[in-house]
C-alpha cells in the first residue's frame, strides 16, 4: 500500500502562485510515475500533469504549460505541482496519484493510488 497526503491549497487570488505537495508513504516510491489531477464541481476528474521516477519527462494538459510545473524528490517520497498565473478556472480539488507501473499518462484509472485531494481556489 501507497499512502498519499497532499497540502498546500488554499484561497488565491487570480493571478496569484500556490505549490502543492504530495507526500508518500507505505511501498517503495521507486519507479513510480506521479501525477496530478483535479476535480471541480459537477465535472469530472481530469489530468493536470505527471511525472516519471527519473523526473526527466514530464507531461502536462493543454491548459495549465506554462503555467504549472510539476517536481518530484525522491529522496524525500514527495512531489510537488508549482502553480503560476492561477485563473478561477483552475479552482477545484486537486488530487495526488501514483501509477506503480511507470507509464506517463494522463488517464485516471492507470493510476494505482490516490490522495485525499487539496482544495485551490482562484477568486477573480
Known amino acids: 500500500q501507497v499512502q498519499l497526503v497532499e497540502s498546500g491549497g488554499g484561497l488565491v487570488q487570480a493571478g496569484g502562485s500556490l505549490r502543492l505537495s504530495c507526500a508518500a508513504s507505505?511501498?517503495?516510491?521507486?519507479?513510480?510515475?506521479m501525477g496530478w489531477f483535479r476535480q471541480a464541481p459537477g465535472k469530472e476528474r481530469e489530468f493536470v500533469a505527471a511525472?516519471?521516477?527519473?523526473?526527466?519527462?514530464?507531461y502536462y494538459t493543454d491548459s495549465v504549460k506554462g503555467r504549472f510545473t510539476i517536481s518530484r524528490d525522491n529522496a524525500k517520497n514527495t512531489v510537488y505541482l508549482q502553480m503560476n498565473s492561477l485563473k478561477p478556472e483552475d479552482t477545484a480539488v486537486y488530487y495526488c496519484?501514483?501509477?506503480?507501473?511507470?507509464?506517463?499518462?494522463?488517464?485516471?484509472?492507470?493510476?494505482?493510488?490516490w490522495g485525499q485531494g487539496t482544495q485551490v481556489t482562484v477568486s477573480s
Open positions: 496519484a501514483a501509477n506503480i507501473a511507470g507509464r506517463l499518462s494522463g488517464v485516471f484509472y492507470e493510476y494505482d493510488y
Open positions: 511525472i516519471r521516477w527519473t523526473g526527466g519527462s514530464t
Open positions: 507505505g511501498r517503495t516510491f521507486r519507479g513510480y510515475t
